[in-house]
């Protein structure tokens, strides 16, 4: 039985950086959501439809993890990864970190905790586990979910043990800083070209400035897609806003880490690609709701506005990166 004192920071926005949040101010490194997000190069887009899905998906961010692993690389930090397919052996890798007073991240699926009451599958989900006893696990979720929650035993070892889309074999991991470690600032400049150069030259149409464009020309045809279109592009919209993105499908943070840099990095590209980040994320909350809007009264001229923005946010995102590939 182990509990650890204050898990803070508490739950912020999104689920990844919500983990690195605690597991870094366990060795004393406080950033903001923000920065946390653009260091790791968490940006990005997919647009994803396939036969076997039931409607189109937008994502915003890299994949589940990769942002924990750009972050420590690049600030230098000893990432500790472990996957089994035993749960037994899956317990004992955390249960150490945790006897040494260590908060420890884990990669699951959400829909087995007790805490959710939105019951989807999601095998991407990441939390950081700070303490159990007899029957109950400690976590530190997001803002949405609760901040600092409780979820049993049992159920906590269904999650880590469900396999499917994004699932990772009981994946736990720990993050420990080498001392002399350098300001995380100095790594501005290259986590921010790394996104760029992702997001200009994607190696498939789907993904990145690609990616939205292609979401321009394919979501005014959405009526066309679904079979229930007062659930299907509400739930689209709901994904994009609250689904922890902090809001217009991660450009809320974006906009927000790029603000933050420009604080350290004085340059007038970095200043505008912040501007055309604050521009673009207004533009993706309207498009969520006029998705919302399309639905609801199954009004095709609607997604057609939303396409049109969705042009106007390719521009917008391209100018920005473009400006911020000059950087280098």
């Not at 903001?32 to 190069?41: D, T």
């Not at 906590?156 to 300001?183: C, I």
């Not at 290259?190 to 200009?200: E, I, R, S, V, Y």
Request: charged share 20%; net charge neutral.
């Amino acid at each position: 039985m182990t509990k650890p004192t204050d898990p803070a920071p508490y739950g912020m926005q999104h689920c990844e950086t919500t983990t690195l949040g605690v597991l870094l101010r366990h060795e004393g490194i406080d950033l903001s959501e923000p920065m946390l997000f653009g260091l790791g190069a968490g940006l990005s887009f997919v647009y994803w439809d396939a036969k076997n899905l039931p409607f189109p998906f937008l994502g915003g961010r890299v994949k589940p993890f990769e942002l924990t692993r750009n972050l420590a690389a690049r600030l230098g930090l000893h990432l500790h990864v472990e996957e089994t397919t035993s749960p037994r052996r899956a317990w004992d890798h955390v249960a150490a970190p945790l006897a040494a007073g260590r908060p420890v991240g884990l990669q699951l699926d959400s829909y087995h905790l007790d805490y959710f009451t939105s019951k989807v599958h999601f095998g991407g989900h990441i939390v950081a586990l700070y303490g159990y006893d007899d029957h109950d696990a400690h976590l530190v979720d997001t803002a949405q979910q609760g901040g600092a929650v409780t979820t049993s035993r049992t159920s906590l070892a269904r999650a880590r043990a469900e396999r499917g889309p994004m699932t990772a074999r009981h994946r736990s991991f720990t993050l420990t800083a080498p001392a002399g470690l350098p300001s995380p600032q100095q790594h501005l400049v290259p986590a921010l070209t790394a996104c760029a150069d992702a997001f200009l030259a994607p190696p498939i149409a789907n993904l990145g400035v690609r990616g939205i464009e292609k979401a321009a020309t394919l979501v005014p045809t959405w009526l066309r897609r679904t079979d229930n279109p007062r659930h299907d592009l509400p739930q689209a919209a709901l994904l994009m806003e609250k689904a922890g993105t902090g809001g217009a499908l991660f450009r809320n943070l974006y906009r927000d880490f790029l603000a933050e840099a420009a604080a350290h990095v004085d340059s007038p590209h970095l200043r505008t690609a912040h501007h055309r980040y604050a521009e673009a994320a207004t533009l993706w909350t309207e498009v969520a709701s006029l998705l919302t809007r399309a639905g609801t009264f199954d009004d095709e001229q609607l997604l057609t506005r939303a396409g049109t923005l969705l042009t106007d946010v390719a521009r917008l995102e391209r100018e920005a990166m473009q400006q911020v590939k000059a950087l280098a």
